[in-house]
């Protein structure tokens, strides 16, 4: 078993959801995309908002893993210009992001974030974070 294995655990069955994964930082960014991989995710990046937006506009995605400070535009204005559209509206955001103050937990969740994680990133948090929404996602419709 490798060390990855061990602080992440095995692969889970593949699963047709698509994450998208923006951040800016390389090792946070390969952190959780290797972490959302081994659970069966498939997984796009961009290492921007304004990347991300693009990506999110021509292939939506059925969720989205977002940080809040990042180059060309922030987290939290790619989330509002999100759920300005009316076919993206309901793509649930989580950020997970190191900055944790009150006040930015609360432009989080006025943007509309489904969640808000707290880095350093917890595996199995964040992946029971994502089971909880696609589940809940699943029961209402």
Do not use: H
Request: glycine content about 4%.
């Amino acid at each position: 078993m490798s060390l990855f294995d061990a602080l992440f655990g095995k692969n889970k069955p593949d699963s047709d959801k698509k994450i998208l994964v923006v951040e800016d930082n390389e090792i946070d960014r390969k952190v959780v995309v290797k972490t959302l991989e081994r659970a069966g995710y498939a997984v796009d990046v961009a290492k921007n908002g304004q990347e991300g937006y693009r990506k999110a506009t021509t292939t939506p995605p059925e969720l989205i893993i977002l940080d809040c400070e990042m180059p060309e535009m922030g987290g939290i204005e790619m989330c509002q210009k999100l759920k300005e559209i009316d076919q993206l509206r309901d793509i649930p955001v989580v950020f997970l992001t190191s900055l944790d103050t009150p006040g930015n937990v609360l432009d989080c969740f006025e943007a509309d974030a489904e969640n808000f994680l707290a880095k350093p990133l917890k595996p199995k948090v964040l992946i029971k974070e994502i089971e909880k929404i696609f589940a809940d996602r699943t029961a209402v419709n």
